[in-house]
Each structure stands twice: as C-alpha cells, then as structure tokens.
C-alpha cells in the first residue's frame, strides 16, 4: 500500500523529472493562451492530475488532455459572453474622435450607466470590476465573494444586459451608433 507521503514523493519527482511544467507551458504559449490565463490552465491541470495520479496510466498525456479541454472552455467562455461585454465595453470607452458630438457622448454614457443601474447591487459591484479588467480573483477578494460567486454574478448581469438588448434593439444603436449593427 503507497503511504501518501510516497504518492507526493512520486507525484513531485515526476513533475521535476519530466519537465511537466515547462512542457506545458511551451505548448499553452503555441495554443495562444495569455500568460495570465496559462499559470491558471496549467494549475489546474495539475490539480486534477494529483487528482488522478494513483489510476493516471500516462500522466504526461492527461495534463495535457486536462490542459487544452480548460483552454477549450475558457475559449467558450469568453466567446458566449463577448457579445455583452464587447458591446459595453465599446459603450465605456470613450475615444474621443474629433467629428463625435459631445451631446452624443453624455447620451451615451447615459443609456450605459442606465443599463448597468439596472442590475441588482451586487452584480452592478462585480460587473463594474469586470469592466475596469479586474479578473474575476480580484474581484472576489475586493468584494469579499467567493470567486465562484463572482463568476455567477458575471454570467447573471450579461445575461440580464444581454436580455435588455434584446428585448429593445434600438436600445444598443441608440446608445453606440458608432459601433455599427
């Protein structure tokens, strides 16, 4: 029977012998993946190897099936909800363009603060962050939230802003008419 200070022993010298870490971020920086994103890909990935290294029969070959299956879904992720974000964000960046009439910039920061007064408190608080390029980590640890939580607060207040959209088209054009259909 492996004690398990001989499964951290085992589970150790195969991650330093095997260079696990350094492979796996050489193939993360080929997929693309920022840096920010790739040391939360590749923990995770070894979490879940540690998870399974007593029944993990090619350890090397589950990181990295682990490590492109998270980056598949962070890539889902951010491609379900780039549509609100993209559009607020485009609503909260205000270049200045020389043609744009000023009256036209504070009636669309209007219709944005309008739609984020939307949102109950608390998503409002968590979506702002978000929109400021806080990561949801930091977030949770500025807000006092589990991270999970701000996740979920994120996935509620875009779909909340999403259905708002939806519900009143005219809505996204009246307020970005710069941004285009």
Same mark, same amino acid.
């Given at each position: 029977?492996?004690? @398990?200070?001989?499964?951290?022993?085992?589970?150790?010298?195969?991650?330093?012998?095997?260079?696990?870490?350094?492979?796996? &971020? +050489?193939?993360?920086? *080929? *997929?693309?993946?920022?840096?920010?994103?790739?040391? /939360?890909?590749?923990?995770?990935?070894?979490? *879940?190897?540690?998870?399974?290294?007593?029944?993990?029969?090619?350890?090397?070959?589950?990181?990295?099936? $682990?490590?492109?299956?998270?980056?598949? #879904?962070?890539? +889902?992720?951010? +491609?379900?909800?780039?549509?609100? $974000?993209?559009?607020?964000?485009?609503?909260?960046?205000? $270049?200045? /363009? !020389? =043609?744009?009439? !000023?009256?036209?910039?504070?009636?669309?920061?209007?219709?944005?603060?309008?739609?984020?007064?939307?949102?109950?408190?608390?998503?409002?608080?968590?979506?702002?962050?978000?929109?400021?390029?806080?990561?949801?980590?930091?977030?949770?640890?500025?807000? &006092? @939230?589990?991270?999970?939580? $701000?996740?979920? &607060?994120?996935? &509620?207040?875009?779909?909340?802003? +999403?259905?708002?959209? =939806?519900? #009143?088209?005219?809505?996204?054009?009246?307020?970005?008419?710069?941004?285009?259909?």
């Amino acid at each position: 029977m492996v004690t @398990l200070s001989q499964r951290q022993h085992d589970f150790t010298a195969f991650i330093r012998e095997e260079e696990v870490e350094e492979k796996l &971020h +050489r193939f993360l920086v *080929k *997929k693309g993946v920022s840096e920010h994103e790739e040391g /939360d890909i590749a923990q995770y990935a070894l979490m *879940k190897l540690w998870e399974k290294w007593p029944t993990a029969s090619e350890p090397m070959a589950f990181t990295f099936h $682990v490590a492109r299956g998270r980056w598949i #879904d962070l890539l +889902r992720y951010k +491609r379900r909800h780039a549509i609100a $974000v993209d559009f607020m964000a485009d609503l909260m960046t205000e $270049v200045q /363009d !020389p =043609e744009d009439d !000023p009256a036209q910039l504070a009636v669309e920061n209007q219709l944005v603060d309008g739609l984020i007064k939307s949102l109950p408190k608390t998503q409002r608080s968590v979506f702002t962050c978000a929109m400021r390029g806080m990561p949801p980590r930091q977030i949770a640890k500025e807000l &006092h @939230l589990g991270e999970a939580t $701000v996740r979920s &607060h994120l996935r &509620h207040s875009r779909q909340r802003l +999403r259905l708002l959209l =939806e519900e #009143d088209p005219e809505l996204g054009e009246r307020s970005c008419p710069r941004c285009g259909p």
